[in-house]
């Protein structure tokens, strides 16, 4: 076996994804599947989905559905796995026992796979006699000198063929080198029949001809283990490669759910587009070596590379996610967007004219960071506001102006508006013209005007909103102002 896994070609790449189905799907866990998908999709190999079901005791109802439609979702096609099928399946773990007890037959006829027959007691006994001779425990210092014949009732553990130091290439962390002390027997078949992961994620990348196998920084300190037991059983190692963690905003450890790592799917409910998200998680400690940050996906799979994925941690920043997104807002057509937001209006816009809408999403699309956020900029549009007359007080320039003045510009924005053709350039005349007779400033003038109309902290452009509230709408709200601040 060779002592550098490097060299593999990329012709026929094969890659894999293969999440346990315990949960949500985390930003962890797509970029996970993202770097891989990438590597495939650059090289015209093959992406396999594979689902690692045999820790049942931590399985949640669903979570396969979940991982499947969360990949579909982000437009992460996979060539062969659950609902897609492939030459290589069953792509369920708990599918594929008979494969499992075929290779562990192979490391038995081998000698290099025994029957474990020690209670909890006794494998405590050696801890603690490996503690009193102040040396680290290894299993493979106690194997039992005559096995019983496994028959499937008690564990079956590999027994470790060579006891030598393992070196080998990782295209992330580079050359990396574990001696003796890393390698010892491990379980290969549980007593419930059912195999651990330390085994069947080797037959099942050999099965399904994987040649690269990315995941993360954690499975290091094993790979050695797993290098022994590729040559038990004479299997050609493929690439190996790990990669840095996501860090938490604190920069400090490993992002978890209490740090923010949310589920995708809530990312997408609050209106996240999966453009956004692979270009975020793609970005998320890799780069392209300048200073661009927006990627298409086909930008990605042209420029992707292991080797420039960095080694330290990446830390995660949700402001940057936001970012990124209403980058991507703005990138869509204003067609394509009123697609993505239809589950996103107001119920009182759901019920206004598709002509309508689209004038209101013209105007706010390039403030939006969520597609979430478009009721609360927009419902003033289609339904009568609350006034809040708080945000005339709270406003660091209006709090300085009496309530008369207030009045009395609103009276005059009331009547130079009701002569106005009330298209946008002509609102824009209009409003230039009342700014000069009315010798205000504009930050003054056209604030007033704003909150008299849409009660809202925020609006796009006035000369606009008010083209596209009209001028009916428009009046009225004016005219409803001025007795508010009158009484």
Not at 383 to 388: I, L, N, Y
Request: aromatic share 10%; charged share 25%; proline share 6%.
């Amino acid at each position: 076996m060779p002592d550098s896994n490097s060299q593999i070609p990329t012709s026929n790449l094969r890659t894999r994804f293969a999440p346990s189905p315990t949960g949500y799907m985390h930003v962890g866990n797509v970029r996970a599947a993202l770097f891989p998908w990438l590597l495939a999709r650059q090289n015209n190999g093959k992406f396999v989905l594979r689902i690692e079901d045999t820790d049942q005791a931590r399985l949640v109802d669903g979570a396969t559905d979940l991982i499947l439609d969360t990949l579909t979702w982000l437009g992460m096609d996979w060539d062969e796995g659950p609902r897609v099928g492939g030459d290589f399946g069953p792509y369920v773990q708990t599918e594929r026992r008979d494969i499992y007890l075929r290779w562990a037959q192979k490391l038995i006829d081998a000698g290099h796979a025994y029957a474990d027959p020690y209670t909890a007691d006794e494998v405590q006994a050696f801890r603690d006699q490996a503690k009193a001779n102040k040396k680290p425990f290894l299993y493979r210092d106690f194997r039992p000198s005559n096995p019983p014949v496994w028959d499937g009732s008690m564990p079956l553990r590999f027994k470790v063929p060579e006891i030598k130091r393992y070196t080998w290439n990782d295209p992330v962390m580079g050359e990396l080198t574990a001696g003796p002390e890393a390698l010892d027997d491990f379980i290969l078949i549980k007593s419930d029949g059912l195999p651990t992961y330390n085994f069947a994620h080797v037959v099942d990348d050999a099965e399904m001809q994987i040649t690269h196998v990315i995941r993360g920084l954690e499975f290091i300190p094993s790979i050695p283990k797993y290098l022994s037991l590729y040559d038990a059983l004479g299997i050609e190692w493929p690439v190996l490669a790990c990669l840095p963690h996501i860090m938490a905003p604190s920069g400090n450890k490993k992002l978890g759910k209490r740090d923010g790592a949310k589920s995708v799917t809530e990312y997408r409910d609050e209106g996240i587009l999966p453009e956004a998200m692979i270009n975020f998680l793609a970005t998320m400690g890799w780069n392209d070596g300048t200073e661009q940050e927006i990627f298409s996906v086909d930008e990605l799979i042209a420029k992707f590379s292991l080797s420039r994925v960095q080694r330290s941690g990446a830390q995660f920043d949700e402001r940057r996610l936001l970012w990124i997104n209403g980058q991507w807002i703005r990138k869509l057509s204003l067609d394509e967007l009123s697609i993505r937001v239809e589950s996103f209006w107001s119920d009182a816009a759901k019920q206004s004219s598709d002509e309508h809408k689209l004038s209101v999403l013209g105007l706010v699309q390039d403030r939006l960071k969520t597609l979430s956020e478009l009721p609360a900029m927009t419902d003033y549009f289609f339904t009568e506001p609350t006034p809040d007359i708080t945000l005339i007080e709270t406003n660091k320039q209006l709090s300085k102006i009496s309530r008369d003045q207030l009045i009395s510009l609103l009276d005059s924005a009331k009547t130079n508006l009701e002569t106005s053709e009330f298209d946008a350039d002509s609102l824009q005349v209009t409003l230039n013209n009342l700014l000069e007779s009315a010798g205000e400033k504009p930050v003054i003038l056209f604030s007033i005007i704003r909150i008299a109309v849409s009660w809202a902290p925020f609006s796009p452009a006035l000369n606009d909103t008010l083209a596209v509230l009209g001028k009916e709408t428009t009046l009225n709200r004016l005219a409803k102002a001025i007795k508010i601040l009158i009484n």
